[in-house]
């Protein structure tokens, strides 16, 4: 039985550890479940680099997961730095990454197949949410590198053009848990959110000094001004417990989605791995690898070209749903759920989104200027329209 090698490039330690875990864990559960399907006439190898958080590192192990280890697939990278630091190494080597988490847009490759969302399937919907129940004043934070950067510039732009405003804009390095200036901004300018593009530790240290805030004063309660992120998932949560309870996420996945398929998804991961949470990041990580299989499978090789036409030509069953790599830009299609954390860690689906979005990573389709209903420019506040 032939015997397919799978790279997986994940920094399982380091400074955002938790969602690059969960990154790992979906691919290596995905590997698991092909070799244990007698349908698939081939077995996956699953071969793990750790980069430990270091963006110089993921070229590096990133070549020798294609050279030595012999994958043609890549699955992994958590930052955009990380992305852009491999996308040379797979382009110069016939390789395909394959990468599962949210980021920004504004980037197509022939060697990339994107199977998170891009900010018009996480930011805009989150905005278009957000902003007619809460204000149209807008506070963004976000770790200093281009996912922060990128999305802060797209939020401000959709803002400042439908009748809003952005109140300040800071940013923290990776890692970086002193966050009491942020805090004190955001307390003295009460902007009506707070959107949130800090990663890992950071961002776990403002949730729990934001609640402190809150419990100080009740104008900064989530009811009142809610802390709103693209990339927080129920393995963080979980974790953060009360210091995410009440603020909001936008995502293609919640494990609280009520649907036949999602509860047999949950179900089979929650058997293999009882303590284990999947969330969106490890559900992408798994459609990835589920999609490559997949197109080995309809073409007999793991020849990186054929199975991208494989995967642009045919839908592919996943936890995500049906998925089909859009030619032009490889990206997916894909739903934009909005969800409440709750105490828990899991989350209170606010927006269920019955159609998917297409693929917009250059916002060229996409308008800017919301046209937000009921925007009162005097009192910085809207008007809930019903």
Same mark, same amino acid.
């Given at each position: 039985?032939?015997?397919?090698?799978?790279?997986?490039?994940?920094?399982?330690?380091?400074?955002?550890?938790?969602?690059?875990?969960?990154?790992?864990?979906?691919?290596?559960?995905?590997?698991?479940?092909?070799?244990?399907?007698?349908?698939?006439?081939?077995?996956?190898?699953?071969?793990?680099?750790?980069?430990?958080?270091?963006?110089?590192?993921?070229?590096?192990?990133?070549?020798?997961?294609?050279? /030595?280890?012999?994958?043609?697939?890549?699955?992994?990278?958590?930052?955009?730095?990380?992305?852009?630091?491999?996308?040379?190494?797979?382009? /110069?080597?016939?390789?395909?990454?394959?990468?599962?988490?949210?980021?920004?847009?504004?980037?197509?490759?022939?060697?990339?197949?994107?199977?998170?969302?891009?900010?018009?399937?996480?930011?805009?919907?989150?905005?278009?949410?957000?902003?007619?129940?809460?204000?149209?004043?807008?506070?963004?934070?976000?770790?200093?590198?281009?996912?922060?950067?990128?999305?802060?510039?797209?939020?401000?732009?959709?803002?400042?053009?439908?009748?809003?405003?952005?109140?300040?804009?800071?940013?923290?390095?990776?890692?970086?848990?002193?966050?009491?200036?942020?805090?004190?901004?955001?307390?003295?300018?009460?902007?009506?959110?707070?959107?949130?593009?800090?990663?890992?530790?950071?961002?776990?240290?403002?949730?729990?000094?934001?609640?402190?805030?809150?419990?100080?004063?009740?104008?900064?309660?989530?009811?009142?001004?809610?802390?709103?992120?693209?990339?927080?998932?129920?393995?963080?949560?979980?974790?953060?417990?009360?210091?995410?309870?009440?603020?909001?996420?936008?995502?293609?996945?919640?494990?609280?989605?009520?649907?036949?398929?999602?509860?047999?998804?949950?179900?089979?991961?929650?058997?293999?791995?009882?303590?284990?949470?999947?969330?969106?990041?490890? *559900?992408?990580?798994?459609?990835?690898?589920?999609?490559?299989?997949?197109?080995?499978?309809?073409?007999?090789?793991?020849?990186?070209?054929?199975?991208?036409?494989?995967?642009?030509?045919?839908?592919?069953?996943?936890?995500?749903?049906?998925?089909? *790599?859009?030619?032009?830009?490889?990206?997916?299609?894909?739903?934009?759920?909005?969800?409440?954390?709750?105490?828990?860690?899991?989350?209170?689906?606010?927006?269920?989104?019955?159609?998917?979005?297409?693929?917009?990573?250059?916002?060229?389709?996409?308008?800017?200027?919301?046209?937000?209903?009921?925007?009162?420019?005097?009192?910085?506040?809207?008007?809930?329209?019903?």
């Amino acid at each position: 039985m032939s015997v397919y090698p799978i790279g997986v490039l994940f920094s399982c330690s380091g400074s955002y550890s938790r969602p690059a875990e969960q990154g790992y864990s979906g691919a290596l559960a995905a590997v698991a479940d092909i070799n244990a399907d007698s349908s698939f006439p081939f077995q996956l190898k699953a071969h793990h680099a750790d980069p430990a958080g270091n963006t110089d590192r993921y070229a590096e192990l990133c070549r020798d997961l294609i050279r /030595k280890a012999g994958a043609r697939h890549i699955v992994g990278c958590t930052t955009s730095w990380s992305r852009k630091e491999v996308i040379p190494v797979v382009e /110069k080597l016939d390789a395909l990454l394959w990468y599962p988490c949210v980021y920004e847009g504004f980037e197509v490759s022939e060697s990339l197949v994107y199977v998170a969302a891009c900010a018009n399937q996480h930011l805009v919907p989150l905005l278009d949410y957000i902003v007619p129940r809460f204000g149209a004043r807008g506070f963004l934070t976000g770790s200093n590198y281009i996912w922060g950067w990128e999305t802060n510039r797209i939020a401000r732009d959709i803002l400042t053009r439908s009748g809003g405003s952005v109140l300040g804009e800071r940013y923290v390095p990776i890692g970086d848990t002193d966050i009491g200036h942020l805090i004190a901004e955001i307390r003295e300018k009460r902007p009506d959110f707070i959107l949130n593009n800090l990663i890992g530790d950071t961002s776990y240290a403002f949730l729990a000094a934001y609640r402190a805030l809150g419990l100080e004063d009740p104008a900064f309660l989530p009811e009142n001004r809610p802390v709103v992120s693209c990339n927080l998932c129920e393995n963080e949560t979980t974790r953060l417990g009360k210091n995410a309870a009440g603020h909001y996420t936008v995502s293609s996945y919640f494990r609280s989605l009520a649907s036949e398929e999602n509860d047999r998804f949950a179900a089979r991961m929650s058997a293999s791995a009882p303590t284990r949470v999947a969330d969106a990041f490890f *559900v992408q990580a798994y459609a990835a690898v589920v999609m490559i299989a997949e197109a080995i499978r309809r073409t007999g090789s793991d020849e990186a070209h054929g199975v991208l036409e494989a995967v642009r030509s045919t839908e592919t069953m996943t936890p995500l749903g049906s998925l089909r *790599v859009d030619r032009s830009t490889n990206h997916v299609s894909l739903c934009a759920h909005i969800g409440r954390a709750k105490a828990d860690g899991d989350f209170e689906i606010m927006h269920h989104c019955r159609d998917s979005i297409a693929p917009d990573p250059f916002l060229t389709a996409t308008p800017l200027d919301r046209l937000y209903a009921g925007i009162d420019n005097h009192a910085g506040r809207l008007r809930v329209v019903r």
